[in-house]
């Protein structure tokens, strides 16, 4: 018998999605509520698919096997993130017994992305599955496609895909700005040089970027920026924290030049309220320029900023 460690080397989530075969919202509701009128085949399809996903829950829950295996069609198959193929009923059975035996009290979750229909007896749907174990402490999680047939008046499974789980994340929003990650640096007029560094956040949702200051070689604070997409406004925002406690947020945007506009609005440390649009410029791959332009301060106008030039280090 493997230990309870070996649950990783079972790869159980390969098999939860197979439960996803059937899974729509509402899989495992308790009772099945009667189906609503057909508005159109793919309603009644629907509703046909999320009834089976109950029986095929029912089945797992009992470590059925047989009854588990019998969703496929007597040819389905289904290919693991190895690239292992289960090809076959008879194949599947053994591999969900193996499962059984060497894992006890999974649990699932599935999440579905998309159903649709290619013909009226057939379907593809996409979505990611989960499975806990009770000796784990995060799910095992997988993404899948399946390919169902109808036949007989049932939806069988023809074909399951696995593919490794990525979670979702803003990164597609943020690569117009990704020209900026690396360190850039001036060289400023006093001899003190500014450092700012760009890189993605480890979940990717974020670009990061912190600021120094080098004053007689040593680096000073001079704040830091996350940079993100705001789903709701459909906009890219940042949050900057400056070291005195300050803080503020901004918009950013590109005009038809190609320059980035970043409208910002900031509390100071002292409670005075601060606005500013700054105009950033890539004239090349390795040199940017910036000036803020439209300050006030309370209300009131300053002055234009000169501006500055930064070129990249790395």
């Not at 698919?49 to 029986?55: D, F, G, L, P, Y």
């Not at 470590?63 to 040819?75: E, I, M, N, Q, Y």
């Amino acid at each position: 018998m493997k230990s309870k460690q070996n649950l990783r080397f079972m790869n159980p989530s390969r098999l939860t999605l197979l439960l996803a075969a059937f899974a729509l919202s509402g899989a495992f509701a308790a009772e099945i509520p009667a189906p609503a009128p057909a508005v159109d085949p793919a309603a009644t399809s629907t509703e046909e698919i999320r009834r089976t996903a109950m029986a095929f829950v029912a089945a797992f829950h009992k470590g059925d096997v047989k009854a588990l295996a019998g969703f496929w069609t007597p040819d389905g198959d289904y290919t693991d993130l190895g690239g292992r193929l289960l090809k076959g009923r008879d194949a599947i059975q053994d591999d969900f017994a193996h499962l059984f035996s060497q894992n006890k009290g999974l649990t699932l979750r599935i999440e579905v992305g998309s159903l649709r229909f290619p013909t009226p007896d057939t379907a593809i749907e996409d979505g990611v599955t989960s499975v806990m174990s009770p000796t784990a402490a995060t799910p095992n999680r997988a993404r899948y496609t399946n390919f169902l047939v109808k036949r007989d008046g049932k939806w069988l499974l023809a074909s399951v895909r696995e593919a490794n789980y990525i979670p979702p994340n803003h990164q597609d929003h943020l690569r117009p700005l990704e020209w900026m990650i690396g360190e850039w640096k001036d060289q400023t007029t006093n001899g003190h040089t500014a450092h700012v560094v760009f890189e993605w956040s480890p979940d990717l949702n974020f670009i990061l970027s912190v600021r120094v200051m080098r004053v007689e070689g040593t680096f000073l604070d001079n704040g830091t920026q996350r940079i993100g997409w705001d789903p709701s406004a459909k906009l890219i925002r940042s949050w900057n924290f400056e070291p005195d406690g300050g803080f503020g947020d901004s918009t950013w945007s590109a005009d038809t030049d190609g320059r980035w506009i970043v409208k910002a609005n900031s509390v100071l440390r002292s409670g005075h309220k601060a606005s500013m649009t700054t105009v950033v410029t890539r004239v090349d791959p390795d040199t940017i320029t910036f000036q803020v332009i439209d300050q006030k301060a309370d209300g009131k106008p300053l002055p234009d900023s000169a501006t500055i030039t930064m070129k990249r280090v790395n």
